[in-house]
């Protein structure tokens, strides 16, 4: 998990301040025969910002397969991508 909270700590008052949330979340789920699952959504939050433009919850995913060829081994995270 990734987090981080921005707030203003120094500087002059003529400047406005900022107040945000960055949460970004990593999963990921091994299948049998090389198969996964993965997902890490960016979750944002300027809690400035007016009511309807507050937060944002992305929704997507990864389906990807591992498999050798010619004695290599090769990932292929972006077999499926998903709505990101």
Request: no cysteine.
């Amino acid at each position: 998990m990734l987090a981080r909270q921005l707030w203003p700590l120094a500087g002059g008052s003529d400047r406005s301040d900022v107040s945000q949330l960055l949460l970004q979340p990593f999963v990921n789920y091994n299948l049998t025969g090389g198969w996964h699952l993965a997902s890490s959504p960016i979750v944002t939050a300027n809690w400035n910002a007016t009511s309807g433009t507050r937060r944002n919850f992305p929704i997507g995913g990864d389906v990807g397969k591992i498999f050798n060829r010619r004695r290599r081994t090769i990932a292929n995270p972006d077999a499926m991508r998903g709505l990101h």
